[in-house]
C-alpha cells in the first residue's frame, strides 16, 4: 500500500484528506441538527444538508477505494483534480463569507477553523496531486 502512494507520507496525507471528509459526513448523518444550529437554520436544513452530505459519502468511499484497491490511486486523475477543484472553491466561498463580502445577513456563522480547515485541504490537495503525478497521470 505504501508503495502505491510512493512513500508513507503520501499515504498518511490521503488518509487525513479522507478522514477530514469523515467527520463531515458523521456530522451530516448522525448530527444534522447541530450543523443546523451551528448555520442558523431550522429543522428544515436537514434535507439539503443530508444532500450535500451525499457528495462526501462518494469522496469518502471512493477514496477507500482508491486506499484499498491493488493498483492504488494509478489512474485516478479525475478524482484527486476534483478534490482540488472542490477545495478551492470551499476555500473561496469561505473567505468570502467570512470577510462578510456575500451572504452578509444569513444569521450563519464561520471562523477561522473553517478557513483553516479549507487552507489544510487545498494543500493536501495539491500535494498528493503533485506527488502522486507519476501514478495519477497515466
Known amino acids: 500500500m505504501i508503495e502505491n502512494f510512493n512513500n508513507i507520507y503520501l499515504l498518511i ?3 487525513l484528506f479522507l478522514m477530514l471528509f469523515g467527520v463531515y459526513l458523521v456530522r451530516i448523518v448522525f448530527a444534522p441538527e447541530g450543523l443546523a444550529k451551528e448555520f442558523n437554520a431550522d429543522k428544515s436544513a436537514i434535507l439539503p444538508l443530508r ?3 451525499t457528495f462526501a459519502a462518494g469522496i469518502i468511499f471512493l477514496g477507500v477505494y482508491i486506499l484499498f484497491r491493488p493498483d492504488g490511486p494509478a489512474g485516478t486523475w479525475a478524482y484527486f483534480n476534483l478534490l482540488f477543484i ?3 472553491f470551499q ?3 469561505d473567505l468570502l463569507f467570512y470577510f462578510k463580502i456575500i ?3 444569513i ?3 464561520n471562523s477561522m477553523i473553517d478557513i483553516g480547515v ?3 485541504a487545498v494543500c493536501v490537495s495539491a500535494i498528493l496531486i503533485w506527488g ?5 497521470y497515466l
Open 86 to 88: 472542490v477545495s478551492i
Open 107 to 109: 444569521g450563519a456563522k
Open 51 to 53: 444532500y450535500v452530505g
Open 132 to 136: 502522486l503525478s507519476d501514478k495519477i
Open 13 to 15: 496525507l490521503f488518509v
Open 118 to 120: 479549507s487552507i489544510f
Open 103 to 105: 451572504d452578509k445577513d
Open 91 to 93: 476555500l473561496l466561498y
